[in-house]
């Protein structure tokens, strides 16, 4: 059973920075796309940012949302099974629950394009920007 736990949430000021953490467990890392999706109040889930498998098509390869790029950055640890959210120059509509979820071979745009394939959501992490 996949299961995660995201964390490095936090309150900060629009400019600040925070960093995610999502650890996984219950399947091989190595072979699994990872994605951080997140969820403002009152809206459906969307993708982020979603980094490739290690091994594979997908190997090596990134995807950012245009809402955050050049201003996040999506990196993996698979010693640690935890994918990173460095996240930098934050605005209030970054603001929500922030979520990891894992697709085996999956590419990463289709991936962060269709956040309802992921059936459930752990406990995610609450990032909220506000001065």
């Known amino acids: 059973q996949l299961q995660f736990v995201e964390s490095g949430g936090g309150l900060v000021q629009p400019g600040g920075s925070l960093k995610l953490s999502c650890t996984a467990s219950g399947f091989t890392f190595d072979y699994y796309s990872i994605g951080w999706f997140r969820q403002a109040p009152g809206k459906e889930h969307e993708g982020v940012s979603c980094?490739?498998?290690?091994?594979?098509?997908?190997?090596?390869?990134?995807y950012y949302a245009d809402s955050v790029k050049g201003r996040f950055t999506i990196s993996r640890d698979n010693d640690k099974n935890t994918v990173f959210l460095q996240m930098n120059s934050l605005k209030p509509e970054d603001t929500g629950v922030y979520y990891c979820?894992?697709?085996?071979?999956?590419?990463?745009?289709?991936?962060?394009?269709?956040?309802?394939?992921?059936?459930?959501w752990g406990q995610g992490a609450q990032v909220t920007v506000s001065s």
């Open positions: 979820a894992a697709g085996w071979g999956l590419s990463v745009q289709p991936m962060c394009a269709r956040p309802a394939q992921f059936g459930s």
């Open positions: 980094i490739g498998s290690s091994i594979g098509r997908a190997a090596g390869s990134t």
